[in-house]
């Protein structure tokens, strides 16, 4: 694989519009059912994991959403191991304040806490990008980022390019290994690397199946966000639990981890517990 670059990963708006061309076949053929392309990379101390998709939302309100950064909390709850994120302005900084932890519920104390700096990017009327960056993370893990870019498509919707990538030190890798060899051991990504004699495509393990999994995960809760725009705002919490959940069971082989009744009660209490003041 190549080398994760960990710096900026951006393709800017001419860029983003010459990957979508470049992109036409795979966004139109590939098994995840929707116009979507994952990639992952691995550097030696650093992995990466690229969505590019078209999303079948306007492009302002995508826009209007994603460069918002108060919608990002309700963005990224959705996702398993998140159980706690608030926004606040330090300094000048616009910082998310993330807790990472277990799949199943879990004392805010027992987490990790991760802080986001939040930096908007470019904005323009066909245009715009974004990114969080954390220095630390849990186990020896560092530098991550999650940058979102999109461009307008000539049929209004949006073509969204997600980035998330993370690097780690000897603990860390030593954590991972530790991590792939006993409870991640049978879990898989989703690029193909080949083919078992049954015939059915062998996916790629390891700590780029661990980012291409996450990167998806992110990317379903943008677009389980977005989804929960049509709905009264009273009903837009639920619609974005019920459509996260049901978009990850679309991949059961890669995503799924607990059923329906156990993510949505522990997430109306981590939403429920994100509307508290942190301590």
């Known amino acids: 694989a190549a080398a994760a670059d960990t710096g900026q990963s951006l393709d800017g708006a001419a860029g983003l519009r010459s990957r979508y061309t470049q992109l036409q076949a795979q966004l139109q053929d590939n098994p995840f059912g929707r116009p979507l392309h994952l990639d992952s990379s691995e550097g030696s101390s650093a992995v990466k994991g690229d969505i590019y998709a078209v999303l079948d939302h306007p492009f302002a309100q995508v826009r209007e959403s994603l460069a918002t950064p108060g919608n990002?909390?309700?963005?990224?709850?959705?996702?398993?191991?998140?159980?706690?994120?608030?926004?606040?302005?330090?300094?000048?900084?616009?910082?998310?304040?993330?807790?990472?932890?277990k799949k199943t519920p879990q004392d805010l104390?027992?987490?990790?806490?991760?802080?986001f700096t939040y930096t908007g990017g470019a904005a323009a009327n066909d245009y715009f990008s974004s990114s969080m960056r954390a220095?630390?993370?849990?186990?020896?893990?560092?530098?991550?980022?999650?940058?979102i870019e999109a461009v307008q498509l000539p049929d209004n919707r949006a073509f969204l390019h997600l980035s998330y990538s993370y690097s780690y030190g000897m603990a860390g890798k030593l954590a991972l290994r530790a991590y792939l060899a006993t409870v991640g051991r049978d879990k898989v990504g989703f690029t193909v690397v080949g083919q078992g004699a049954d015939g059915k495509p062998?996916?790629?393990?390891?700590?780029?199946?661990?980012?291409?999994?996450?990167?998806?995960r992110y990317?379903?809760?943008?677009?389980?966000y977005l989804a929960s725009l049509s709905q009264p705002a009273a009903q837009r919490q639920e619609k974005r639990l019920d459509t996260w959940y049901t978009t990850t069971e679309q991949y059961r082989t890669q995503l799924n981890e607990v059923d329906r009744n156990a993510y949505l009660a522990m997430k109306r209490d981590e939403v429920a517990r994100q509307q508290l003041p942190a301590d």
Not at 135 to 147: A, C, H, M, N
Not at 219 to 224: E, P, T
């Open 72 to 101: 990002w909390c309700d963005i990224l709850i959705l996702h398993l191991n998140t159980k706690y994120c608030s926004l606040s302005n330090q300094g000048g900084k616009t910082m998310l304040r993330m807790h990472v932890g």
């Open 109 to 115: 104390r027992d987490t990790y806490r991760v802080d």
């Open 135 to 147: 220095e630390k993370g849990p186990l020896d893990t560092s530098d991550y980022r999650i940058q």
């Open 202 to 216: 062998k996916y790629v393990t390891g700590s780029r199946a661990s980012v291409e999994r996450n990167t998806m």
């Open 219 to 224: 990317y379903l809760a943008i677009d389980a």
